[in-house]
């Protein structure tokens, strides 16, 4: 990756969405400017409807943009055509939220892995050989190729998904709450593998989530968005030690902790921060 | 033909349960034998009819079955009934084959355009299929057989084309449905070209509702066509059993028997399309076969003795059991003493609750942390007597109030929820009817608990709305679930929970499907009310912020069991068991955050 060591991998400018049409459009995406550099992860927290989860959409192609522009690797992606946007499929991938519905019911673990590989064209023989690979780096034993994906639970289901979205060793991976489906203790080791997964192959992560220690902990970077708009942006210990913007620190407050002492301090701040 | 389909593929790596369920299914085996006779005679039959079927054997004009060599007897024109009706197998199979793969052809394909592109696809698409429905298939057909003349081959395929809406409507529906999956998303981010998506994806997951449409049709397909060849409209050179039919009709006064063959023939296929039809659709849905009460007592007796039967069942106790006087003082409010719940599948049976015991005093919050699959929800459905049909609670005993639950008549325990015991869900959406305004939902629920008049009940009923801190309670009232907020939805059902003043109050999950300032406010709001109604409270969380934010003691459970127990500030503090320790361990509070990023470019080289 010559060129991309230069500037940042992905970068996105004024970026608007609108969904909906002509007089009855409605804009979630109120020009929201953010950079992601290689091997780096940025945390994008937000409520339900702040627009997060339509920002990682639009850098993936799933939604047009209605304005701003979306640059990857130097190169503006913002309106590709679809044979295009398949080539870039190598380079950017997708983690969602729902491990339950985000692989087919229908299809063998086996043909799914395949699948992005197959249609890259690579050989049979050898996307077999890569699914074995994927599946030994997501540590998941290598008879899970036979199997369906309702004989596995959350948390297998997801390290299948993050399987699926290394195959074509992308530069970029959105993941969209990948953990917050599962279980703590698994929420914990699957977080660990995607950084471990960075840390080996240098891949850059937009990670979106709800959750402040979530994204604390995978985060180098972390944005802010709230109402489509990005709020704060900052490095990880200070957006989410430090918060310097009032609906930060309304969201810093109102995140639970698990000690009762600091959870009653933490309530005591946030309700002097509403009643201002 | 829209209604009652089955619901997309779900699990097919049930597929091989789906085929041993249709083989235990006696009327379903029947008709698949039945359907590959009909196919095999279909293709063998030139050379198993024991006579031409065309030859005329004047002296066995109308002979009874077994005259001469006519088995089935002679028709009216001395022909062998038996080797016309081995004839005219044939062009039945044919006319199923065509009208089917015609109709699923066009309607598959243009369902799935129309439903995976959407936009001009999908409006064209449904105009096509639209005026397509609105064509009158009789009179066209007969419109037809005067240009064509008789081409039964013809004349279905045009049906095949009037048909075609039935496949259409559905798969677009469906299409639609999967359109919206993330795993279509995921496949499309993988660079999969739509063609390949809508082949392999979305036409994999809906083929189940497909292939049933199409037995359906193929019998539809040959009845319409024995209807057409009776009303004179095929081809009177070739034996077909709608021909037969309608000679044998003309003769119905010298030879009745012979409208039976041919009608028998025509009511075993098409019936067998149909049943055949029925079983796929039953067992794609899992439609599990209803036991009667008693099957169901002696299924549990058998596995887990009588009295898991009469708890599961509430037959042990006829008797009223609620007390008409409080409970022995110092008594705890809610107890639960060896409470096991079990689950019963093909697969053997599961332990879910495994013996736990529980107490919660009046005034006390108690939390009742795990993670999925631990039991926290099946403990407090056990609780309310909402536990699911299959459950079976093999043993143990609720106490609430100096009452005992689980021996407690059905009658009994309704009048106890949501006056002495009231529930808050995890999900507000799903707990609020859509069909219903907010207001007319909780004046429902406070009459019922209280016997109100219904000006009265409204009256509460926006008190408890102010009381929760919804803003504009009138306005509130009178909307449908789907106009207000999940927050709101939340406070709703809080407010019907808490209106009739109850003692205890379970909590599952009350703020896992919540934004984090939503939930804060919601827990506020929980505790301001326990505060005030000085309400027993056990909640069931995966969130250790949760606990702390509001419990005063914590159990921790893990399969089925409890682990640890203790007041909070010990739990936290000092976790002895290792599950709980690991649990917390997990919890990333106090991660240090990450630092600056490492080159890629370094780690690689």
């Known amino acids: 990756m010559p060129e991309a060591a230069a500037g940042p991998l992905l970068v996105t400018d004024e970026l608007r969405v609108a969904y909906g049409r002509g007089r009855k459009a409605h804009e979630v995406l109120h020009g929201v400017s953010v950079s992601v550099g290689p091997g780096e992860t940025l945390g994008l927290v937000g409520e339900s409807g702040s627009g997060k989860t339509t920002l990682g959409r639009a850098v993936l192609g799933l939604v047009p943009a209605s304005g701003g522009r979306i640059s990857f690797a130097g190169e503006e992606i913002t309106q590709l055509p679809a044979r295009k946007r398949r080539i870039l499929a190598k380079d950017v991938q997708v983690v969602f939220q729902d491990p339950y519905s985000s692989l087919n019911p229908a299809m063998k673990i086996q043909d799914i892995l395949r699948e992005p590989l197959l249609a890259q064209g690579l050989r049979r023989a050898d996307a077999n050989e890569r699914v074995r690979e994927l599946l030994d780096r997501v540590a998941m034993p290598a008879d899970t190729v036979d199997r369906y994906a309702r004989e596995f639970s959350g948390g297998q289901r997801q390290r299948i998904a993050i399987a699926r979205a290394l195959a074509l060793n992308p530069r970029l991976i959105v993941c969209d709450e990948p953990v917050s489906a599962l279980d703590l203790s698994t929420q914990r080791r699957v977080l660990d593998l995607l950084i471990e997964i960075q840390e080996r192959s240098g891949v850059a992560y937009l990670f979106i989530s709800h959750d402040l220690a979530v994204v604390r902990h995978v985060s180098h970077r972390v944005a802010v968005m709230y109402q489509g708009e990005i709020v704060e942006l900052g490095p990880a210990r200070q957006v989410t030690g430090q918060p310097r913007h009032s609906y930060t620190k309304r969201l810093w407050a109102a995140n639970l902790v698990a000690d009762p002492q600091e959870q009653s301090r933490r309530r005591d701040l946030r309700r002097s921060l509403d009643a201002v | ?605």
Request: net charge neutral; proline share 6%; with cysteine.
């Open chain 2, 1 to 605: 033909m829209t209604a009652g389909l089955p619901e997309v593929a779900a699990a097919p790596g049930a597929r091989r349960r789906r085929v041993a369920t249709i083989l235990r299914n006696p009327l379903a085996v029947a008709s698949l034998v039945i359907l590959i006779a009909m196919i095999v005679v279909a293709v063998i039959g030139p050379w198993i009819q024991p006579n031409p079927p065309n030859a005329v054997q004047l002296q066995l004009t109308n002979a009874p079955p077994f005259t001469g060599g006519y088995l089935l007897g002679g028709d009216n024109t001395g022909r062998d009934i038996l080797s016309r009706l081995i004839a005219g197998t044939r062009g039945a199979a044919e006319a199923a084959l065509i009208l089917t793969v015609v109709a699923a052809a066009l309607g598959v394909t243009g369902g799935l355009v129309a439903g995976y592109f959407g936009k001009l696809f999908d409006s064209f698409g449904s105009w096509v299929f639209a005026v397509l429905m609105a064509c009158p298939g009789i009179v066209i057909l007969i419109a037809l057989y005067t240009v064509v003349g008789a081409s039964p081959n013809v004349a279905m395929a045009v049906l095949g084309v009037l048909s075609a809406p039935g496949f259409f409507w559905p798969v677009r529906t469906l299409t639609r449905t999967v359109r919206a999956e993330l795993y279509v998303d995921a496949a499309r981010v993988s660079g999969l070209p739509a063609w390949r998506i809508v082949g392999r994806h979305v036409f994999l997951t809906i083929r189940g509702p497909v292939i049933i449409l199409a037995a359906f049709l193929a019998g539809a397909a040959i009845s319409v066509q024995a209807a057409l060849q009776f009303l004179g409209l095929g081809n009177p050179a070739v034996p077909s059993w709608g021909g037969m039919l309608s000679d044998a009709f003309d003769n119905v006064y010298v030879a009745p028997v012979q409208l039976v063959w041919p009608g028998l023939a025509l009511g075993l296929v098409t019936a067998s399309f149909v049943l055949l039809g029925n079983a796929l659709r039953d067992a794609s849905q899992g439609t599990a076969v209803r036991q009667g009460t008693h099957g169901r007592r002696r299924e549990i007796k058998a596995l887990f003795g009588a009295q898991a039967a009469d708890l599961t069942l509430r037959t042990g106790s006829r008797r009223t059991t609620v007390p008409r006087k409080a409970a022995e003082p110092g008594a705890p409010l809610l107890r639960i003493d060896g409470l096991t719940v079990a689950y019963h599948s093909d697969n053997g049976a599961a332990t879910v609750v495994d013996g736990i015991s529980l107490e919660v005093a009046e005034g006390e919050v108690v939390g009742l942390v795990g993670e999925s699959g631990a039991g926290k929800t099946q403990a407090v459905f056990a609780t309310l007597g909402l536990l699911p049909e299959e459950a079976i609670v093999v043993g143990g005993s609720i106490w609430l109030d100096g009452a005992e639950l689980l021996r407690m008549p059905e009658k009994d325990l309704a009048r106890l929820r949501g006056a002495t015991m009231a529930y808050v869900p995890q999900e507000p959406m799903s707990n609020l009817d859509p069909s219903f305004t907010v207001g007319s939902q909780l004046v429902y629920g406070i009459r019922a608990q209280t016997g109100m008049r219904a000006g009265q009940a409204r009256e509460l009923a926006l008190s408890m709305l102010d009381r929760v801190g919804i803003t504009d309670p009138v306005r509130t009232f009178g909307c449908y679930p789907h106009q207000i907020s999940g927050g709101m939805a939340q406070r709703v059902l809080i407010a019907g929970a808490v209106a009739c003043k109850p003692r205890l109050l379970l909590a599952d999950e009350p703020t896992t499907s919540l934004d984090v300032t939503i939930q804060a406010e919601i827990l506020d709001l929980l505790r301001s009310l326990q505060k005030e109604g000085h309400m027993g409270m056990l909640i069931v969380t995966h969130n250790f912020g949760v606990v702390a934010d509001l419990c005063d003691r914590v159990l921790v459970m893990r399969s089925g069991k409890i682990v640890e127990e203790g007041p909070v500030t010990r739990v936290f503090r000092d976790p002895q068991h290792d599950y709980s320790k690991r649990l917390l361990g997990s919890i990333l509070d106090d991660a240090e955050p990450r630092g600056a990023v490492v080159p890629a470019e370094v780690a690689d080289a």
